[in-house]
C-alpha cells in the first residue's frame, strides 16, 4: 500500500508518494511519484458544514483554514473540478489536520469508487484521513450510504 511521506531537500518540505518492498536486506522505500511542495495549514476550527457531501466537507474545510473566494488563500488555489492544488503552475501539499491534501487524496476522496471489502467503509474512512478531512459521524455515514447504494443499483 503507497502512502505519503515528507522529505527535505535543501531545507524545503516536500512529500512524495512512496511504497514498501521487501528485499533479501529488508524493507525498502521507493518513491512513485512526487507530489508538491509541502504547507502546512495545522489544526483549523471544526468546519461547518450541513451538506452531507465530500466536496462540501472539503470546502468546509478549507474555509476552515483560511481559504476564501474560489478556494484561494495565499496564491494556492484548490480546484475540485479538476483535483487540484497549485501555487501558480506548481503542485502544493496542504499539511491539514495530520493528513495530506493534494491531488492526489483529492482524486481519492473525489472519485471514490465502493469497493467490496472486509471491513465496510475502510476505505472511505481511510480516504478523509489521509487527506486531513474531518467528517462527523453522521455525515461519514450519509457519504457511504450513498455511494454504496450507487453502487448496489450499478450491479
Not at 512524495?16 to 511542495?37: C, D, F, I, M
Amino acid at each position: 500500500m503507497a502512502f505519503i511521506r515528507l522529505k527535505t531537500i535543501a531545507g524545503h518540505r516536500y512529500a512524495v508518494l512512496v511504497e514498501n518492498s521487501w528485499t533479501s536486506k529488508g524493507p525498502r522505500q521507493s518513491a512513485k511519484q512526487y507530489l508538491g511542495k509541502y504547507v502546512d495549514l495545522g489544526e483549523g476550527d471544526l468546519p461547518d458544514a450541513s451538506d452531507a457531501d465530500t466536496a462540501a466537507l472539503i470546502r468546509a474545510e478549507l474555509w476552515a483554514h483560511g481559504f476564501r473566494e474560489n478556494l484561494t488563500k495565499d496564491s494556492i488555489k484548490v480546484n475540485l473540478k479538476l483535483c487540484t492544488i497549485r501555487q501558480g503552475r506548481k503542485r502544493v501539499v496542504l499539511g491539514i489536520n495530520g493528513g495530506f491534501l493534494c491531488d492526489f487524496t483529492l482524486r481519492k476522496l473525489l472519485r471514490f469508487a465502493p469497493v467490496e471489502e472486509v471491513t465496510p467503509g475502510y476505505h472511505l474512512a481511510r480516504a478523509f484521513s489521509d487527506a486531513g478531512i474531518r467528517v462527523s459521524r453522521e455525515h461519514f455515514v450519509r457519504i457511504y450510504t450513498k455511494l454504496y447504494k450507487k453502487r448496489q443499483t450499478a450491479e
